[in-house]
């Protein structure tokens, strides 16, 4: 009917000039996109038409009409590449045979490899295994230790009111808030939906029937508790349970323990000194991701809560109403200070609110969302001892590095293991396969090991489940492994490591040219080593610098345990809760001192190292004209108490045996006189301490505020952690009884430990438990503990993937020289000569990594120092014996290739030439 | 052979290269269509109408020859089978017999006017 008009424009002219060519990036995106068997006729029209439009048009609107035109080319029917098409079949008989058709013979032949190469693949899949296995503990770890406290309803709106300030230049930072904060809260917040309190008193002898047991998880909280925090409850009201005096509710393992299968509701048990509690509900235990773990659960108004700022605490949490910023709370809790406090600074420290200010001292409010106390929270009188988000960020780290590791490892002995399958990569070729095809053969090869892989760390974790929860302190079980969130990511994981490690074998294989390869020719792709070097100096970075991370936490555990921490803290027995005894005390103490292998005995309610009761005081040292009021710790000891724990007297004398002018002697530690201005604590011309006043403020009433002398001086002694320096002490004359400390000189301590059990039996009902002083002392530093073995297992780990990685270099590089080792031997070279040529090689390497290594870990592990006040320096010597180590560990590794290299006759080696 | 449904583009495509005197390529089809109809189409769209006109069997292809317009780029050109004319006069049949079926004097009634087919 009609052909096209001829175009108008003159055809040779437009072509050259810019102005009149389609855009150009628009004909790229298009030659992209495009199945090449459309593109030439569909980018012809397109042409043809565009040089129409200029003319119609003109060359703008042309311009954007083509660019529209291109994307609607962006369709399936255009982007399909020709093996989908069926109609493009007829154009080619011989196309490849689809993946899925081949897919089984590449299995068969990967599974023939490595079963040719049984110890290769061992090595490989182990490699792998254990760094998947390390790498999903951690991940373990990490997402349990996220989890903390997200699971309230409305975890969001959830923050606990903490008390901070500064007084006499110590500054305070306080978990919890004063005991009348909270109702303050509620009644000047209208954003604070509801507020709860929670008290702890310690622990306590709790009593059914006859049995006594002590419970320390008891808190005593607010009726609106289990509103607040989605604490299931099983049985009792959520709401009422808690609003009378007396009244108790109990996790489920606990109402287990006592009252067995029976309903607990309604029956009694009594609390230590506080009397009988009525059980009125049983909630679910605790979860193991909330920030307190508590197993009973007493009314807060059966405890005696201050209604004083100054003298009460509880922890204070707040639920926000919906939509309401925490900023407005905060801004109105400035008030509180100036509505609340400020009288009671005048009623105890006789000052008013702006002398007390201009001092220096000052009091706040802050507010932390309950979703960060775990991971951020590092307060006086936590609840539990949190943990930090530097380890999870430690642990991330670690996790990533080791997964690196084994990946890079996984590569390395991937493409060694392949370096004699050029032959195979030969023949498929020239039967016709395509690089593609062989990528994909190579891939699917590794990706199959993966696999194989994490079925083995699967198995791994299970076995090493027990060992990690010790270390770690969690409880995780099976379930938590194979929960879907776990595989749902390890599962995609494993397939990215897979195609991303089979990689770099896979397109340096398929990339060489049969007819090199099957002439017998050298690898060009295999024998270029500097990604392999490098690859393998990466993997040494890594371990050295763990290895050096824990050769320092371990020496730093070994000084701080090490240290003389100013007592003797080995051959010390400490019974627990004597205060049970009431008046028989006196008489079992002294019992206890006949005993021949006990040298003293003490009241030692105050220990320097675990369970020891708590007291700070206002010290008001008169210094000249002025007044200083110092907050310092007490200690309230007996005349044994300095023999028995082995503290030395510096100046002075030790308290004597019921003088009545004790009560009015105290003693200091070095570290008090010199806070105190009381001169030289050795005495000398500065003048002495002994005989110097002080007094104590009390809470404030005309009656707590005492005056006492110095009589003695003793030497400093680590009555906290080695974190903080030793501070002031003041040890007023007074009995605690609620420890009892032995000295014992025994070689049979079983019988001992029988002995003094017989007479405890004899006196109460109540359980014997004691501990030792050192073991005390060794649980403070825990968590340091668990860092440093923790990062032991990760350097064993990491230097064990390392030196396989290691041996898979030296596997391909030792097979590649092998005509070069026999031609040198045939020269004369020796044994020992070549050996040498072969490790000089690695270790190399190793020097470069330490070289690298030494700085970052260095300077990484003296931040970590810096969280002790005591602490070792990093010697040289550390870094020396970290590349010791791995060099020893590559030498071991890589010398039974290198002499078995050597050992090679060097007729076979040189035969096939 | 399965009975194969004719979309409307497809039909139109169908009918323009029918009533071209010669073998005809994406350019000349777009701009037929563009004219009889007063709507506006794609390349990318009647290219994909021609192939899919191809692969049902109704139209044949040929490369053509490459112009300085079009970079040197050949054409693919397409003519219509004999089953694609086979279609067409079924399609018209089904439409007539459809036409005829509408009772007389109807459109009308609704005010238009009719040209008979």
């Given at each position: ?61 042309a ?14 029917f ?13 154009d ?14 590449y ?7 490595l ?32 989890s ?21 230049d ?14 303050a ?45 989605s604490?299931?409850m ?5 709401v ?15 109402a ?17 000194q ?34 004083k700022?100054l ?69 006086d ?146 024998r ?40 003797d ?27 021949s ?40 000891i ?8 082995g ?9 004597k ?9 105290v ?13 030289n ?7 002495s ?5 002080l ?41 605690d ?79 590649q ?17 070549i ?50 180590l ?8 890589v ?5 078995k290299?050597?050992?090679?006759n060097?007729?076979?080696s040189?035969?096939?030439? | ?18 009533a ?7 350019v ?22 021609l ?6 069997g ?19 050109l ?15 049949q ?24």
């Amino acid at each position: 009917m009609k052909k096209p008009s001829k175009l108008p424009s003159d055809p040779d002219g437009p072509v050259e000039d810019g102005a009149f060519q389609p855009p150009r990036w628009a004909d790229r995106l298009l030659e992209w996109f495009v199945a090449p068997h459309l593109l030439e006729y569909v980018q012809g029209d397109l042409h043809e038409n565009f040089r129409k439009r200029v003319a119609q048009v003109g060359p703008a609107r042309a311009r954007r009409e083509y660019v529209r035109q291109v994307m609607h080319c962006f369709t399936p029917f255009f982007t399909r590449r020709p093996a989908a098409q069926p109609f493009h079949r007829f154009d080619n008989e011989y196309a490849n045979p689809p993946f899925f058709a081949m897919l089984s013979n590449y299995l068969t032949i990967a599974f023939r490899n490595l079963w040719r190469h049984k110890a290769f693949t061992a090595i490989n899949i182990i490699g792998l295994a254990v760094g998947l296995a390390t790498c999903l503990l951690i991940v373990l770890f990490v997402v349990h230790e996220l989890s903390y406290d997200r699971y309230h309803a409305d975890s969001d709106r959830i923050y606990r009111m903490t008390l901070y300030g500064r007084m006499d230049d110590k500054d305070i930072d306080l978990a919890y808030a004063p005991g009348p904060a909270g109702q303050a809260l509620l009644r000047d917040c209208p954003g604070v939906e509801a507020v709860t309190r929670l008290r702890r008193e310690g622990a306590f002898l709790v009593k059914h029937h006859q049995d006594i047991i002590k419970e320390e998880n008891v808190a005593f909280v607010d009726s609106n508790f289990f509103s607040v925090f989605s604490i299931p409850m099983l049985k009792g009201h959520r709401v009422r349970a808690l609003t009378e005096p007396n009244t108790l509710v109990l996790s489920q393992t606990v109402a287990r323990k006592y009252f067995g299968e029976t309903d607990p509701v309604g029956k009694t048990l009594s609390l230590g000194q506080l009397g009988l509690f009525r059980v009125t509900g049983v909630c679910a235990d605790v979860p193991s991701n909330t920030h307190f773990h508590y197993d009973m659960f007493g009314s807060l108004n059966s405890v005696r809560n201050g209604s004083k700022w100054l003298a009460s605490g509880a922890y204070t949490y707040l639920r926000l109403r919906k939509g309401y910023p925490i900023q407005q709370v905060e801004d109105q809790s400035r008030g509180f200070v100036a509505r609340y406090i400020a009288p009671e600074i005048k009623e105890f420290f006789g000052q008013s609110l702006s002398e007390f200010r201009q001092k220096g001292n000052r009091f706040g409010f802050s507010f932390q969302p309950v979703t960060a106390i775990h991971l951020y929270s590092d307060l006086d009188d936590e609840l539990e001892a949190n943990s930090d988000v530097k380890y999870v960020y430690i642990f991330s780290v670690i996790a990533l590095f080791i997964l690196l590791l084994a990946c890079i490892n996984f590569m390395n002995l991937s493409t060694a293991g392949s370096a004699g399958r050029s032959r195979e990569v030969g023949i498929r070729k020239v039967l016709g396969s395509v690089r593609r095809q062989l990528v994909v053969q190579f891939l699917a090869e590794s990706v199959l090991l993966t696999l194989l892989a994490l079925g083995l760390a699967l198995g791994l974790v299970l076995l090493l489940l027990p060992g990690f929860n010790g270390l770690a302190g969690k409880q995780f079980t099976a379930a938590d492994i194979f929960s879907i969130r776990i595989l749902t990511g390890a599962i995609p994981a494993c397939l990215l490591i897979g195609l991303l490690a089979g990689s770099y074998p896979a397109f340096v294989l398929s990339s060489f040219k049969p007819v090199t390869v099957l002439k017998g020719g050298l690898q060009a792709g295999l024998r270029s080593g500097w990604l392999r070097n490098t690859l393998v100096t990466g993997q040494f970075v890594v371990s050295i610098g763990i290895l050096i991370a824990t050769i320092v936490a371990d020496q730093q555990l070994r000084f701080m345990q090490n240290k003389k921490v100013g007592f003797d803290k080995e051959q010390v027995l400490v019974l627990h809760d004597t205060h049970v005894l009431g008046s028989k005390f006196d008489g079992f103490k002294s019992e206890l001192a006949r005993l021949s292998s006990v040298v003293g005995v003490s009241a030692a309610g105050f220990l320097p190292a675990g369970a020891s009761s708590q007291s700070v005081d206002g010290i008001q040292v008169r210094n000249g004209a002025r007044t200083v009021i110092h907050r310092s710790k007490g200690y309230f000891i007996d005349e044994d108490y300095l023999p028995t724990l082995g503290i030395r007297l510096v100046l002075g004398r030790n308290f004597k045996k019921a003088s009545p002018s004790e009560s009015a002697s105290v003693l200091l530690n070095e570290a008090a006189v010199r806070a105190y201005g009381f001169g030289n604590p050795a005495g000398g011309p500065a003048g002495s301490p002994i005989g110097r006043q002080l007094s104590t403020v009390g809470d404030g009433t005309e009656g707590s505020k005492r005056t006492y002398t110095v009589v003695g001086v003793v030497k400093d002694f680590h009555f906290e952690s080695m974190h903080q320096h030793i501070a002031p002490l003041v040890m007023f004359y007074g009995e605690d009884h609620g420890q009892l400390a032995l000295r014992i000189r025994t070689d049979d301590l079983p019988r001992l430990l029988n002995d003094i059990e017989q007479r405890w039996k004899a006196e109460t009902g109540n359980p014997f438990a004691y501990s030792f002083l050192n073991d005390r002392f060794n649980t403070m530093y825990q968590s340091e503990r668990r860092i440093g073995q923790l990062f032991g297992v990760f350097a064993g780990l990491a230097v064990l993937i390392s030196c396989l990685g290691l041996f898979g270099l030296a596997a391909l590089t030792t097979h590649q020289r092998t005509k070069e080792i026999g031609v040198r031997k045939v020269l004369g070279a020796s044994v020992a000569g070549i050996v040498t040529l072969l490790l000089t090689q690695y270790l190399k390497l190793i020097l470069i990594a330490l070289a690298i290594a030494s700085p970052i870990a260095g300077y990484t592990m003296s931040r970590w120092l810096g969280d002790f006040a005591y602490r070792i320096d990093i010697g040289w010597w550390i870094f020396a014996l970290a590349g010791g180590l791995a060099a020893s560990v590559a030498v071991l590794t890589v010398g039974y290739l290198a002499i078995k290299a050597a050992l090679t006759n060097p007729v076979k080696s040189l035969r096939a030439e | 052979m399965k009975k194969t449904v004719l979309g409307e583009l497809e039909e139109l495509v169908l009918l323009v290269v029918a009533a071209s005197s010669e073998d005809v390529y994406g350019v000349p089809v777009m701009e037929q269509l563009q004219q009889q109809t007063g709507r506006s189409f794609t390349i990318g769209a009647v290219h994909t109408t021609l192939y899919r006109l191809e692969e049902k069997g109704f139209l044949s292809s040929s490369v053509g020859g490459a112009t300085a317009e079009r970079g040197g780029r050949s054409k693919r050109l397409f003519a219509l089978t004999a089953a694609g004319g086979q279609a067409l006069l079924e399609m018209q049949q089904v439409r007539t017999r459809l036409w005829q079926s509408i009772p007389q004097g109807k459109l009308q009634l609704l005010g238009l006017s009719v040209n008979p087919m």
